[in-house]
């Protein structure tokens, strides 16, 4: 047995990529620290990352396969008896239907593990080469309208400037609670400190929230807004701007923006006073806030989740943009600053089928509905009826990856019900959890202390350009596949292979030549016309760790392969276990950054204006009396965690928070059940009455609706909430993004204690 140990690995849990010192002796891990001396985070870690060897132990991670049998219960089976299951049930399905019968689910995991970020690509390009028409990820629940607007405005649907949180002195936050998420397209340690510091330099940090947030109560003012009316809220700050000539248009920006003045036009009809009783914001806060921003040095607005999924996310983020750019905080030290990373992803590459210049949106529309697609996605809610819809095209093949849609999507319920019917369904997921408890075949992943671990997308959004590798920390069981190798003998599998039968090193070589081809006969990549079978044979490795060093040396501080000698490949990362700075945030780099048609940031894009109409009909809407919103907690990743005993400690966090007006007007009491119903269905939960809530605003955290049959969650099935999801109807989405509405929904909310047991007697 091995004696002490210390790892220096990077936390794969969020978005603020902790480097943390993993301490073990032998298979045990004795403790985990943050790793004062990472490059990136120096130090900081949150409770979340301390549970990695929780996470490894859990006696309910899958380490085998699982077979469902005839009675419905998962047996383990060897692999190639997994193999041979899914063959089983996938070929018919293929044979009969093609892949159009097929789609896959891409969940929040992949993003954290570098396994499945190199190769979901593989899995759903050669899917879609035999014939798939789309597939599905939570991104319709989340930054779509992020990418939209990155788009249509910057150039790359991961292409947005984030705030300079080191230098602004006033932030403008929106729809976002760092205090929980550690930060969501923004990724820098330590978020909470770094907004602190804002206020502690002097400057200003203003939180717009239905909910005083951690994040908002550390403010120096908390603005409560009605949910779903940001972009009228924002549409009012820019006719405020503009109509007391606050406008600023410096130098760096000069003929480098299209449209501002458009958009100034486009933000009349919305006045302080027209949209103040729809936000719920006084017309003076909203003058007062323009005041704010308008006097400030260095002001910036962020916004993230709270902004997206919402009945006009877009529009909301759009107008974020759109006032960054009016208070010439663009590309601006202390502005809104575009990072640089240091390692290059094939995600940053305009997809092969945006083969036209600009962005194309409604290339083609669901089979059941007729929903245009955005970026080859529909709404995640769509996927049910994609499934349980007999007709040509019908879903009955489905291929999830480290997801759990029945909870995390909206019109779960609908989901649930869909996949218990379907033909083949193949899971690569760690758990038997809410959704993989309908496959056929759970193929197991390794643990995340058994893998290499990198981030690409994140640096994408982050304060400085690092670059980092962490090896595994104990090695897997021998004969256990790494996910990239599970992904690439699916996706032999829809190219026609039987499963068990896959030469996965061959299909590697021909996912990883076909991408070096393609950057080699596509313009604008790093490789653009070099020879494909050359710079194929100078990468090192197999699996991630080739496509890694491709990343590296590509990236600006890379060796180009072999052009540029003494830059970085993936062996000099290796050589610095706490990784490598190369850069911090810099302003001026439009020439850079901007990949528009124009080459300036195009402001204003009919796919996005067109949905001011939907936003002006908003303003006379009659108000709803109480709507649902979200939220997350510090100590939950989505549905995930509840099986970490550790995070599970202290008050039950699934419970229904309601302001004290509601609760009295409502008859709520604190700690009683009360039920909660919408269009899309009702459940229970547990009142818990907070001033944090505005009135006429209720507030449920997702990820929660465990202790379903089937699954093996021992100790996330004793704490099983309710699945807000089935609250969150499904037809509720933001129209330019297909983005899910799960803030801002009308509700209802009684108490559920019966008669007898009312302390009143009522
Ligand atoms: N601990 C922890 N960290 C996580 C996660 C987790 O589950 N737990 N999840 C990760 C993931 S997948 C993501 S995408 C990120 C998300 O990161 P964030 O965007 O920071 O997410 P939330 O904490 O949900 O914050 C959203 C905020 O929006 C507010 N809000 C709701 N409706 C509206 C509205 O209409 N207008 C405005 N202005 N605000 C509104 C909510 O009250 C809430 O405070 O977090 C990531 N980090
Ligand atoms: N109402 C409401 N709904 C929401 C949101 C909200 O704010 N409100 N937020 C949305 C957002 S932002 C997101 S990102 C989604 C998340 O939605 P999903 O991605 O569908 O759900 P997760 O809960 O992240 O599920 C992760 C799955 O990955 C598995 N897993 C974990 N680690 C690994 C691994 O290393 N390998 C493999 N193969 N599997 C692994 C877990 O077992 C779990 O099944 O939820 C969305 N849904
Ligand atoms: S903040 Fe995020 S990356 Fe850092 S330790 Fe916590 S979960 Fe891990
Ligand atoms: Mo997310």
């Keep these: ?40 985070s120096r130090g900081h870690l949150c409770p979340k990352g301390t549970v990695l060897g929780h996470l490894h132990d859990d006696p309910d991670r899958l380490r085998e396969p699982m077979v469902k049998r005839a009675n419905g219960e998962h047996v383990p089976v060897s692999w190639d008896d997994a193999y041979e299951e899914a063959e089983r049930v996938l070929r018919p399905v293929l044979e009969r239907h093609g892949a159009r019968a097929l789609t896959v689910y891409v969940g929040n995991p992949v993003a954290h593990n570098v396994s499945l970020s190199s190769y979901i690509g593989g899995l759903i390009g050669m899917g879609q080469a035999a014939g798939m028409q789309t597939y599905y990820s939570p991104g319709t ?24 949180l080191d230098r602004t002195d006033h932030l403008v936050v929106l729809g976002a609670n760092p205090a ?37 109560q550390g403010a120096d003012e908390w603005v409560p807004i009605r ?94 943009f759109v006032l960054n750019t009016a208070l010439g905080a663009i590309d601006r030290l202390g502005g809104a600053l575009f990072p640089k990373p240091a390692v290059w992803s094939p995600m940053f590459m305009k997809p092969p089928d945006q083969d036209a210049p600009g962005w194309q949106f409604g ?33 009955r093949a489905f291929i999830s990856v480290a997801g759990n849609p029945v909870i995390s999507a909206p019109g779960s319920a609908r989901l649930d019900a869909a996949l218990g019917t379907i033909d083949a369904m193949v899971s690569v997921d760690n758990w038997l959890n809410e959704t993989t408890r309908h496959a056929h075949v759970i193929l197991p992943g390794l643990s995340p202390l058994e893998r290499f671990h990198a981030d690409d997308l994140y640096w994408n ?47 590697d070589d021909l996912y990883v030549g076909g991408l070096v081809a393609t950057l080699c006969t596509s313009p604008d990549t790093p490789l653009a016309g070099r020879d494909a ?136 009491i604190d700690g009683a059940p009360a039920e909660i119903t919408t269009s899309a269905g009702s459940l229970t939960a547990p009142v818990e009455v907070s001033d944090e809530m505005m009135p006429g605003v209720v507030c449920l955290p997702h990820g929660w609706g465990h202790g379903v049959a089937g699954t093996r969650l021992a100790t996330a099935n004793t704490h099983p909430g309710s699945n807000s999801n089935l609250l969150n109807p499904p037809e509720l989405f933001d129209v330019p993004s297909n983005t899910q509405v799960v803030n801002g929904v009308p509700c209802r909310v009684t108490s559920a204690v019966s008669q007898d047991l009312r302390p009143s007697g009522r």
């Design 1 to 40: 047995m091995a004696g002490p140990a210390d790892h220096p690995v990077t936390c794969p849990l969020c978005e603020a990529m902790c480097g943390l010192r993993v301490h073990t002796e032998g298979n045990t891990v004795t403790s985990i620290r943050g790793d004062r001396d990472d490059v990136w």
């Design 227 to 320: 949910p779903g009316t940001d972009a009228l809220l924002l549409f009012a700050i820019l006719h405020t701007l503009a109509s007391n000539g606050w406008v600023r248009r410096p130098q760096h920006l000069q003929g480098r923006v299209t449209g501002l003045d458009d958009a100034i036009a486009m933000a009349a009809p919305f006045t302080p006073e027209r949209v103040a009783p729809v936000c719920g914001v006084t017309a003076v806060s909203i003058r007062r806030l323009t005041a704010g921003l308008a006097h400030a040095g260095n002001p910036v607005l962020y916004s993230r989740i709270g902004s997206c999924t919402q009945e006009f996310g877009s529009l909301a983020t759009w107008l974020v």
């Design 180 to 216: 929980a998420s550690q930060g969501s397209m923004l990724s820098t340690p330590d978020v909470m400190g770094k907004i602190r510091g804002i206020s502690r330099r002097g400057g200003r940090v203003v939180v717009i929230d239905p909910r005083r947030t951690r994040t908002a």
């Design 141 to 164: 629940v989340d930054q779509w309208p992020l990418n939209v607007v990155g788009a249509l405005l910057f150039g790359g649907m991961w292409n947005a400037p984030i705030p300079d």
């Design 461 to 507: 959004y982050a304060t400085a350009s690092c670059v980092k590798w962490s090896e595994p920390v104990f090695a897997p069981d021998s004969g256990r596949p790494a996910e990239w190798e599970i992904l690439l003998r699916l996706s032999g599998a829809v190219l026609g292979t039987p499963v068990p039968d896959v030469d996965v090193a061959a299909m």
């Design 533 to 668: 079978a050359a710079s194929f044979e100078a990468l090192r490795g197999v699996g991630p760790e080739r496509l890694a060093d491709l990343g590296i040396r590509l990236g600006p501080w890379g060796d180009d392969l072999g052009r540029r000698p003494g830059g970085l490949t993936l062996d000099d990362v290796r050589d610095h276990p706490n990784g490598l700075r190369l850069g911090e945030l810099e302003g001026d780099r439009l020439d850079e950054v901007l990949s528009t048609p124009s080459g300036t940031i195009e402001l204003v894009h009919p796919h996005l204006t067109a949905d001011i109409n939907r936003l002006e009909r908003r303003i006379d809407r009659e108000a709803d009396e109480l709507v649902l919103i979200s939220r997350r907690h510090l100590r939950s990743n989505n549905s995930w965690l509840h099986n970490v005993p550790a995070l599970m400690r202290g008050r039950d966090r699934c419970t229904v928070l309601v302001h004290p007006a509601d609760a009295a007007r409502l008859d709520l």
């Design 363 to 395: 290339r083609y529309h669901s089979r059941v509905q007729g929903i245009p697609e955005v970026f080859g996605q529909f709404p995640i809610s769509v996927l049910a009826e994609e499934i349980d819809t007999p007709g040509d095209g019908q879903i």
